[in-house]
Structure formats: structure tokens, C-alpha cells
Nanobody, 127 residues
Framework: QVQLVESGGGLVQPGASLTLSCEASGLTFAQWGWGWFRQAPGTAREFVAGISRNGLNTNYAATVKGRFSISRDNSKTTVVLRMNSLKPDDTAVYYC????????????????????WGQGTQVTVSS
């Protein structure tokens, strides 16, 4: 059974850091590209960060570039999103997503390209 389990969300103050983790099971992790999306109340889900199947390429939304970092650990079948200098606008439910990637170096950014989704984890940035 394929499963994505996310963890690490919570309530933090502006300027703080959080690390989200997404552990995958039931699949050959190294064959998948991974992404993080988020959805704030009343808005559409949006791309945050992505990492290619070979782990050599990453891409970020302009709103998080320089503050967030995505990485993958094939030995732990885990993809991690490190978030620094958090702002109230970062408040959202964050989703991990996976794509069985035909292109090993491509970073997929479109929501409709992703095949697997985690349950989401709430991140709230507030003073």
C-alpha cells in the first residue's frame, strides 16, 4: 500500500523556522520526483518547492525562494522542507506530493502532474 505521511507542522511566531517531513512507503522512492504545495483558507493550492528524481535540481516559488529548502533522502524514503524566516503569509496546510518521474532531472511544478498526495499538515505563523 502506497502511503505518504507528513509531519512537522505547528504554530510558530514570525521569523521562526520549521521543518516538514514526508515519509513515503510502498513505492520505489528513487523513481519519484517530489514536491510541496500549500493551501491557505479561501485560496487555491499552490506550488511551493520541488526536487527532481535524481535530487540534483530544485525549484521554488518566488514567495519562498531563499527562505525554504527542499531535500530528499532516498535511504530514508523521506522528503524534507526546511522553512526559515517564516511569515504570516506562509500560514497554510502544506501537502507533500509525488510523481513517478519519467524525466530524472526535471522539477515538476504543476499540481495536476502529481499522482500521490499526503494528508496535509497545518503550518500557522502568528504572533
Amino acid at each position: 500500500q502506497v502511503q505518504l505521511v507528513e509531519s512537522g507542522g505547528g504554530l510558530v511566531q514570525p521569523g521562526a523556522s520549521l521543518t516538514l517531513s514526508c515519509e513515503a512507503s510502498g513505492l520505489t522512492f528513487a523513481q519519484w520526483g517530489w514536491g510541496w504545495f500549500r493551501q491557505a483558507p479561501g485560496t487555491a493550492r499552490e506550488f511551493v518547492a520541488g526536487i527532481s528524481r535524481n535530487g540534483l535540481n530544485t525549484n521554488y516559488a518566488a514567495t519562498v525562494k531563499g527562505r525554504f529548502s527542499i531535500s530528499r533522502d532516498n535511504s530514508k524514503t523521506t522528503v524534507v522542507l526546511r522553512m526559515n524566516s517564516l511569515k504570516p503569509d506562509d500560514t497554510a496546510v502544506y501537502y507533500c506530493a509525488g510523481i513517478l518521474a519519467p524525466l530524472i532531472g526535471w522539477v515538476y511544478q504543476r499540481e495536476d502532474e502529481y499522482e500521490l498526495w499526503g494528508q496535509g499538515t497545518q503550518v500557522t505563523v502568528s504572533s
